[in-house]
């Protein structure tokens, strides 16, 4: 499997304290199949100060470490990306890094509060070449009560990253059922982590792989652990992450609209 959210980086933000815990937490992924790692640490201006100058060493220094220990796990670079008015500066420049180097990035918007004007946010972004990726949405307090937002932001393009523990019930029922209900409505595009550490918020995506594999299929349960989350990585047209037009029927009814609207502008762009 394939975690494209964690904070596995030590001494960044709130996850890994130290080496020796990013170290365990590899350990615990690979040991529950994860082959594959995005190091996303929190870019949140005035808080934590992190930008590809202090992401990208840290990612390379802790592969070697774990390649010294040969524990079969690839890093790749990445950020949990906060909302910030440079952001497309940021991006365009490098400064705030994407997944692997691609037009996709995990975009976290403010759990308390909704803010106003998200979705035209996002529109910029993607028409400045950029997907942005929900993060965990299930688990934004204000997502229940403007749950239409969510909907529109997927139908807009973005896909939507739902957390294991979420599905499996570790972080509460609000969010349980908000992930049930997204993956109900075809919306979510693929699971993460978002580890933190080695006891609570562990690198673990087995027990949601297999619920999702129990109620949907093995198929789907590989798109959301595998090939989506491989598809981003590989810069692949957007079309291949957001859920296809059998699964989710777009704005206006219109089987298929999010995936032909989104590949248009990336084509025009």
């Known amino acids: 499997m394939i975690d494209l959210h964690s904070h596995i980086l030590s001494a960044l933000d709130d996850g890994a304290t130290d080496v020796a815990v990013s170290i365990a937490m590899a350990r615990i992924a690979v040991a529950d199949g994860i082959t594959h790692m995005a190091c996303t640490p929190h870019i949140f201006p005035g808080k934590y100060n992190n930008s590809a100058a202090t992401i990208l060493p840290a990612m390379h220094s802790l592969q070697a470490m774990l390649d010294a220990q040969s524990i ?120 993460a982590s978002d580890a933190h550490g080695v006891s609570w918020r562990k690198p673990v995506l087995s027990s949601a792989f297999a619920l999702v594999a129990g109620k949907y299929g093995q198929e789907e349960a590989e798109r959301m652990f595998r090939h989506r989350p491989s598809a981003i990585l590989s810069n692949a047209e957007p079309g291949e992450i957001l859920p296809s037009p059998r699964e989710v029927t777009g704005a206006g009814g219109e089987p298929g609209f999010t995936r032909r609207l989104v590949d248009r502008i990336f084509r025009n762009g």
């Open 72 to 191: 079969p796990l690839t890093l790749y670079s990445g950020a949990d990306i906060h909302i910030a008015p440079d952001l497309v500066e940021r991006l365009k420049n490098g400064e705030a890094p994407t997944l692997n180097r691609t037009r996709y990035f995990l975009l976290e918007p403010p759990h308390e509060i909704l803010p106003p004007r998200l979705e035209d946010f996002a529109g910029r972004l993607l028409e400045a070449g950029f997907v942005p990726i929900i993060t965990h949405p299930e688990r934004l307090s204000w997502a229940g009560r403007h749950f239409d937002v969510i909907q529109r932001l997927a139908d807009l393009g973005c896909p939507l990253q739902l957390t294991a523990d979420s599905l499996t019930g570790g972080f509460g029922a609000a969010a349980k059922q908000l992930s049930e209900r997204i993956l109900r409505e075809g919306r979510a595009s693929f699971f």
